[in-house]
């Protein structure tokens, strides 16, 4: 009979049930089995410079492919790398399967390399977690780990593979492969609720939409654009629901970024959320106390979590929005939509006016307009920081789902994320520009991963928003205690170009506007991961720095 390793198997599962084609990792001799299987059966492995980023890119591998992501770490020290990406990916639902080296089960409680119980560790930021001990059986957790991931609201899934498994050879015939299965099962909203909830949208004077990532994991794109284009709702997509519907649809207003949303809140008769935590980025229900809640989402127990919804609706995005269909009317809000945009745009007329001059130092949401003027609405956009994000947020706009993302803004709040979703989006998107728009201070989390880039060839293009200092910590100190107090909050100015250079990438300083579209052409242009380093105005405060510091002040 013909022999497999179980590290081999792992590999043949993946590649021939779930069709895996990439995997985000970093060698380790407990995994090395595992590492030759991929070379067997021809599954790309993209290995990176720390294990945070492998979490991280497997996290934005599962949005821009909507699959779930992998990643594969090594036991003990590669695991504890790994877990501040396992739990932004936890906090944002997104499905990732995460294998992981082990001590041997031989040497349990002998003080073995890297003996650590990591399964007690990983439980509480996962949905599922177990360790395999049979050979045999490796193909059924791979199967368990990759339906529990994607079912109901998906999540991470945690897999330990002791090398008693990976190491050792059994019959191939011996094994039994489990076929694909991943069962969709939803709650599905009572009839009268669905009632209840059409009558509140049937009857509004001033609503509002806002999809989050629930939006985008349920794949409803024809769905939702029959509920908007029928009701004729103004609506904001974010987090992962971003391009669901594109951002040039006549009725969305990502162009006012979050100044859009926290300027349609406050007015709204009746908000309509789906598939969107009611979290500090929403300010829970301080932007609408007084609106009517339609409330979507797949996990029962979010309907009235921070604010009692008039009508919760439990389930899919998309099955209830389908669900609602018919029970909609067919309503013209548009001169609601005309006074909404009026509003916002008044809020950013100096912001626009910014866009649209040169200014010296650079002003940051000047460079974001500078970014578009080069690369257009046909790319993927990743901000990384916290001024950073806002100003991205605001200033970005792609026709792609997912083609804005700010993986930094979550509930975690996680800085490091922009360089690992570049790499992501180009390796998924390879024919469209990945551009990711960096604080200075974020960038130095990840920027190792620019020589993952250049051994992979992955042409990335990171623009450095270098304001010299952690910019929302420095502003918010200068507000609450001083700016002759500010402490930690200087970074100064370093050339960051130049290590990309050394690394073998593309690099470029630049400190005036008009250097930055040609300095970005050149980026291109050169075929190499690239760094635009650009100067920025360090005085710049932006609004959602003021709105963190309002928030804090209130604790008092």
Not at 283 to 292: D, E, H, I, S
Not at 329 to 358: I, N, Q, S
Not at 417 to 424: D, E, K
Not at 531 to 555: G, K, L, W
């Amino acid at each position: 009979m013909a022999k497999i390793y179980g590290g081999h198997l792992v590999a043949k599962y993946m590649k021939e049930v779930e069709k895996v084609s990439i995997v985000f990792t970093i060698s380790g001799g407990h995994i090395e089995n595992i590492l030759d299987g991929f070379t067997q059966y021809k599954i790309r492995a993209i290995d990176v410079r720390h294990e945070q980023a492998a979490a991280m890119m497997a996290h934005a591998w599962s949005i821009y492919k909507n699959e779930p992501g992998v990643c594969l770490v090594t036991a003990g020290p590669g695991f504890t790398n790994s877990l501040t990406g396992v739990v932004n990916a936890y906090l944002d639902n997104a499905p990732v399967v995460v294998l992981c080296g082990r001590h041997p089960l031989r040497d349990d409680l002998k003080g073995a390399l890297q003996e650590m119980n990591q399964i007690d560790m990983i439980k509480p930021v996962t949905k599922w977690a177990a360790t395999c001990y049979d050979i045999k059986r490796i193909p059924e957790y791979l199967s368990i780990a990759f339906r529990q991931a994607t079912m109901g609201r998906p999540g991470p899934v945690f897999l330990e593979l002791p090398p008693d498994i990976l190491f050792t050879r059994t019959d191939v015939e011996k094994v039994v492969m489990p076929a694909r299965k991943h069962h969709k099962t939803y709650v599905h909203p009572d009839e009268s609720e669905l009632n209840e909830a059409a009558k509140i949208i049937n009857t509004a004077k001033q609503p509002m939409f806002i999809g989050g990532s629930g939006v985008g994991m349920s794949g409803c794109d024809a769905q939702l654009k029959s509920f908007i284009d029928k009701t004729g709702i103004p609506f904001a997509l974010v987090n992962n629901g971003r391009g669901v519907l594109p951002d040039t649809h006549p009725l969305c207003i990502n162009d006012g970024g979050f100044t859009g949303i926290m300027t349609g809140l406050p007015q709204a008769d009746v908000v309509v959320l789906a598939g969107i935590r009611l979290n500090w980025v929403m300010q829970a229900t301080k932007l609408f106390p007084n609106a009517q809640v339609v409330r979507i989402d797949i996990a029962p127990h979010e309907i009235d979590r921070n604010r009692t919804s008039e009508v919760g609706l439990a389930g899919d995005c998309g099955a209830v929005l389908q669900a609602l269909l018919d029970r909609v009317e067919a309503r013209d809000h548009g001169e609601w939509v005309k006074r909404l945009k009026t509003a916002y745009a008044a809020f950013m007329t100096t912001e626009r006016e910014k866009r649209a001059t040169p200014s010296d130092p650079i002003h940051p949401i000047r460079l974001v307009a500078r970014i578009m003027e080069a690369f257009g609405e046909d790319a993927y956009y990743v901000a990384d920081g916290g001024d950073t994000s806002y100003y991205g947020l605001a200033g970005f706009l792609s026709s792609h789902r997912g083609g804005v993302m700010i993986p930094a803004g979550g509930l975690l709040g996680c800085l490091g994320t922009g360089i690992p979703f570049a790499i992501a989006a180009k390796l998924a998107h390879p024919d469209k520009p990945a551009v990711v728009l960096n604080g200075d201070g974020s960038f130095g989390f990840n920027s190792m991963e620019f020589d993952t880039a250049v051994r992979h060839n992955i042409p990335i293009i990171c623009v450095v928003n270098n304001d010299c200092a952690w910019g929302m910590i420095k502003h918010s100190q200068e507000m609450s205690i001083g700016p002759e107090r500010c402490t930690c909050a200087e970074l100064g100015m370093r050339n960051y170009e130049k290590m990309v250079e050394g690394l073998g990438g593309y690099g470029e300083l630049v400190t005036q506007d008009d250097q930055i579209v040609p300095a970005l052409k050149r980026a291109v242009a050169s075929g190499k991961p690239a760094c635009i380093n650009v100067v920025t105005d360090p005085t710049v405060t932006s609004p959602a720095t003021v709105m963190f510091y309002q928030s804090f002040a209130e604790i008092e």
